[in-house]
């Protein structure tokens, strides 16, 4: 007894464990990456997480939600009323689920750091994946608030006093981390790592970060804030341009050496499992693992008591699809106007479904008072049909049969091969160089056999760019982002009603009108490039402070 007074007893309860012996199991440090992919689910099929559906392309000119009441019709009260989005209630908030997987996400690096049983190998690529994890959850947030806090080392979190980064300092962080999942990831991983971060997804990362922060730096100018924080000095603006050129230069020799390629089918890239057209998707699997698209999105006249109908494309992003030899589209052409769905270029019949077309063994019918045609938005609160004349296309199921029920399965690519060739195009123009710009934006344009921009100018090839991010990427959840990062939004987003075009039978052929598909004029205002920070995370953290001028 007298011998043991003198020991210090520091025993484990037996019913936990401990940190170390937690990551010293390989099988446990699997576990716990892989969970770390459930945050790729947040933002899928281009939503935000504010109701029952989000389609951040509601908010633009692409795409219409029908509902005018909270829930299926949240995204119309954000884009139809700026005073919606306040402090108390910011509705586009991610803070807190973001902040808490990277708090997971730095768990894991220190257990790795100290006490994983792996080799130096697998210790890289473990580092490497949850670090383009956290990359992914930070540009989130910065494109939501532009300043946020950065957070790399558990040991910052002993003390609720955090301020924010500046912007800049953000995206240096987010592409630091994507440049080291780049540098120590695998070109591709065995059949059973199918659906984990690859050397070509971090550099398509590293891409996208880097266009965003040359674009804040060339178009920002802080005309639209006054926060000390927000903004990027405007003479990097070339420096990212180029850092993103390179970053997607990457991809594309990866593309030459034979890990991606477009469809040649543009259809096939949605509904394609094995595409490689994917540098990051996620698999659905019945039943354990499926997604509610279709049941958001197909044409009622597939289930009439069950399709939502969230969300229809505009005549705005209808009117933008070409015709298959290139020539733009005009109501003002009569060829054209008395046969306005015929002749268009191959992505307009992949996306939309409009009057008279062929789906799943019957021909749509928008016409008035037919099972799934027109109705005047506003004339009822949750009508579950078009109010633009139009159904969504893309990304559906041609086969299901029973959505409603099984559910669906269809992967979502969180990034195409495609947008990679368009920041490519986009950032080699923005560096001058026309000719790259022009090489990368004629293979995207090659796949639908289009000819390619005859563009002499920056400005021109600006809009031939922007055009193509329109037809190409609809419905993928950018083109909101796209106008905020050209700061482009409150004049696109402003003041105007965005339409749709009421088809009805005319003697033997079809009458289009072109109708209202808002009942009030759109609403973006300065303020909504940067959104404020929730204020129940202000109140837990004395060293935050509000982005101005929230």
Not at 34 to 58: C, H, L, Q, R, W
Not at 213 to 224: E, G, V
Not at 458 to 474: D, K
Request: hydrophobic share 35%; charged share 20%; net charge neutral.
């Amino acid at each position: 007894m007298t011998g043991l007074s003198s020991c210090s007893i520091d025993i484990t309860p037996p019913d936990r464990y401990t940190e170390a012996t937690v990551f010293a199991n390989p099988a446990n440090m699997e576990l716990y990456i892989v969970g770390m992919y459930s945050e790729f689910k947040t933002f899928a099929f281009g939503e935000f997480p504010i109701g029952y559906s989000g389609n951040t392309d509601g908010l633009t000119d692409l795409l219409k939600y029908t509902s005018m009441v909270a829930g299926n019709g949240t995204i119309n009260l954000l884009a139809l009323d700026a005073t919606r989005v306040n402090a108390a209630s910011p509705h586009l908030n991610y803070w807190g689920t973001g902040y808490t997987r990277i708090r997971r996400i730095n768990e894991f690096l220190n257990g790795l750091a100290n006490y994983a049983k792996v080799d130096e190998l697998s210790k890289k690529r473990y580092e490497a994946e949850a670090r383009f994890i956290r990359g992914y959850v930070y540009f989130w947030l910065v494109k939501l608030h532009g300043s946020v806090i950065l957070l790399d080392n558990i040991n910052q979190y002993s003390e609720y006093k955090h301020e924010r980064a500046s912007e800049e300092d953000c995206y240096k962080f987010i592409a630091n981390d994507f440049a080291f999942a780049a540098a120590n990831l695998p070109k591709e991983w065995p059949s059973t790592g199918t659906g984990r971060a690859t050397k070509g997804a971090a550099f398509g990362m590293l891409a996208r970060t880097w266009l965003y922060a040359a674009s804040i730096a060339d178009y920002d100018k802080k005309q639209f804030n006054d926060d000390p924080l927000t903004g990027i000095n405007n003479a990097n603006a070339q420096l990212y341009y180029k850092n993103a050129a390179e970053a997607s230069d990457s991809v594309i020799q990866l593309a030459n050496e034979g890990y991606y390629k477009l469809e040649n089918n543009f259809a096939d890239a949605f509904t394609n499992k094995t595409t490689k057209e994917a540098l990051f998707k996620l698999d659905y699997v019945a039943p354990t693992m499926t997604h509610a698209y279709d049941l958001g999105f197909a044409p009622k006249g597939d289930y009439p008591d069950a399709c939502l109908v969230y969300g229809v494309p505009t005549a705005e992003l209808v009117d933008e699809f070409e015709m298959a030899n290139g020539d733009e589209f005009s109501w003002g052409n009569a060829t054209q106007a008395a046969t306005p769905y015929v002749g268009r270029e191959p992505r307009f019949y992949a996306s939309i479904l409009y009057n008279g077309a062929a789906w799943k063994s019957r021909t749509i019918n928008t016409t008035p008072g037919s099972v799934e045609g027109w109705v005047q938005y506003g004339s009822t609160t949750d009508p579950k049909t078009t109010v633009t004349g139009y159904y969504a296309r893309k990304m559906l199921n041609p086969t299901a049969t029973n959505f409603p029920q099984l559910k669906s399965t269809q992967s979502w690519s969180e990034m195409r091969y495609a947008e990679v060739l368009l920041i490519n195009a986009e950032a080699k123009a923005k560096t001058n160089n026309l000719e790259g710009a022009r090489t990368s934006l004629k293979a995207v344009r090659d796949r639908v056999n289009l000819p390619v921009t005859n563009a002499v100018t920056v400005e021109q090839m600006m809009l031939a760019i922007e055009h193509e991010r329109i037809v190409e990427l609809a419905f993928e959840g950018h083109r909101y982002w796209d106008l905020r990062r050209w700061r482009k939004a409150h004049i696109v987003l402003n003041g105007v009603k965005f339409h749709g075009h009421k088809v009805t039978p005319n003697g033997g052929t079809f009458k289009y009108e072109v109708v209202d598909a808002d009942d009030t004029n759109r609403q973006f205002t300065k303020a909504l490039y940067y959104m404020p920070i929730i204020t129940s995370e202000l109140q837990a953290n004395i060293g935050l402070s509000q982005i101005k001028p929230w």
